[in-house]
């Protein structure tokens, strides 16, 4: 969520960031409008509590001292009434019980506009940094790295969904079972999507420094709304229809993770914090109805190790270089030619200030297909979640968090069935996987 104190004092700047983004620019008005009003009334409601506060005390002294607390509120009718003597005990409790209510109806007025801008700027994209390229769509991004070669073969390379079959995918099983976009592997294939789980879990937990977890598959709402997948994206969620109505099937782990220091205050030697943890993601995809329908490369269940890090803000741009990096690595381990992307203002996602996506070529498909989304959201989920640290003066902050796919499992499957196909129907594995499948071969 954006910082209302920077909107207020740099509007301009506000509406030409979001203006990149493609923001309809009239909800920076609105809020405006909603925190000037919401100013007015938290400052009426502490100058009568200040009253409150004063009348309160006195009413606890002396009788004949209640008209001097009264002039030092002057304009309030109520301790204008208390200035005079009360003829009793009973009649000084009632004005000041009335003085009370209007004390907290103007304090519920403050907070429901609170509320109010805070529900509009739950549906606020975060800024992009100055570094993202603007671009209206995803004709806008940039290719800042490739590595490796694209295979070049003697014979025509076969897309995945007609090299899988031999392998044990039956998507018509699991569509049987669930519906379409729910696959169903059986030997080879499970095999090597376990295989690359443990590969991928052993990396980043004894290479690159990020610290296992084992997280619910099941949120709260309020958890969500931390990682900045709800409100906006509640069409695209798995919600529960029973008794335990607000408990969500994860998207990702990201959403967890996010929420495991949610509330706190962390101490600076304890950052940066990198998580990692394997989880079933359960995404709808809405509006991708009828795309990429052939094969797994978009489905509603899949398996992903994902990488999380909470930093201080002056460590957070190094962070993503880092992050980025391990997940690029994972990707070199496995011989898979693939593609650093940044994507542009109109393209990257809702709380990233900046984003890199990892593709990896698919030469039976004969395109890019994305195996990692690499983005820093500065404090825009640690404003949601109220996830703070304390520096070494002992100055309390939000923390910047960062997150990526280290890696998905369908579309580095797709990658690997299809670059390292042979023409005699086999599939060579990458190196390192050898020791986690059991074989050369799949």
């Avoid at 529960?240 to 109505?245: G, S, T, Y």
């Avoid at 109805?289 to 741009?317: C, I, W, Y």
């Amino acid at each position: 969520m954006l910082d209302i104190k920077f909107i207020r004092e740099n509007a301009a700047k506000a509406k030409e960031l979001l203006a990149k983004r493609n923001v309809d620019l009239s909800v920076i008005d609105d809020v405006l409008k909603l925190d000037a009003v919401w100013r007015e009334q938290k400052t009426k409601a502490e100058t009568k509590q200040a009253s409150l506060n004063a009348a309160s005390k006195g009413v606890g002294e002396w009788f004949g001292r209640l008209k001097k607390v009264a002039n030092a509120a002057p304009g309030d009718e109520i301790v204008k009434a208390l200035g005079r003597t009360p003829e009793n005990p009973d009649e000084a409790k009632e004005l000041l019980r009335v003085l009370g209510d209007e004390v907290n109806v103007l304090a519920r007025v403050a907070e429901d506009r609170l509320k109010d801008i805070e529900t509009r700027l739950l549906v606020v994209p975060n800024f992009p940094s100055d570094a993202t390229p603007v671009g209206k769509d995803e004709t806008g991004n940039v290719v800042r790295k490739t590595w490796g070669e694209t295979p070049k073969f003697d014979f025509a390379p076969k897309p995945h969904w007609d090299i899988g079959a031999k392998f044990g995918m039956e998507m018509e099983v699991g569509g049987r079972i669930s519906g379409s976009g729910f696959p169903f592997f059986r030997g080879p294939l499970a095999r090597l999507e376990r295989a690359l789980i443990n590969f991928y879990l052993d990396l980043h937990t004894r290479d690159h420094g990020y610290t296992e977890c084992w997280v619910p598959y099941m949120v709260r709402g309020e958890t969500l709304q931390n990682s900045g997948q709800l409100p906006k994206f509640i069409e695209e969620m798995y919600r529960l229809d029973d008794r335990d109505a607000g408990l969500f099937l994860i998207p990702t782990a990201e959403v967890p993770l996010t929420s495991y220091k949610a509330g706190e205050i962390v101490p600076h030697e304890q950052l940066p914090l990198r998580l990692t943890a394997f989880t079933p993601c359960f995404r709808r995809e809405a509006g991708a109805a009828g795309k990429d329908t052939r094969g797994f490369q978009r489905v509603h269940q899949f398996n992903k190790v994902e990488l999380m890090v909470v930093t201080r803000p002056d460590k957070s741009a190094e962070e993503h270089e880092t992050l980025t990096r391990c997940a690029e690595h994972t990707l070199e381990l496995l011989e898979l030619p693939y593609r650093r992307l940044e994507l542009c203002t109109g393209d990257m996602g809702f709380g990233a200030t900046r984003c890199y996506d990892l593709e990896v070529f698919a030469p039976g498909m004969q395109k890019w297909l994305e195996v990692s989304s690499c983005s820093n959201f500065t404090d825009f989920q640690a404003r949601r979640a109220k996830l703070r640290f304390r520096d070494e003066n002992k100055k309390t902050e939000l923390c910047h968090t960062l997150n990526g796919s280290g890696l998905a499992c369908p579309r580095v499957m797709i990658g690997i069935l299809e670059n390292f196909q042979t023409k005699e129907g086999k599939v060579r594995l990458p190196k390192v996987l050898h020791h986690y499948y059991g074989s050369e071969w799949l």
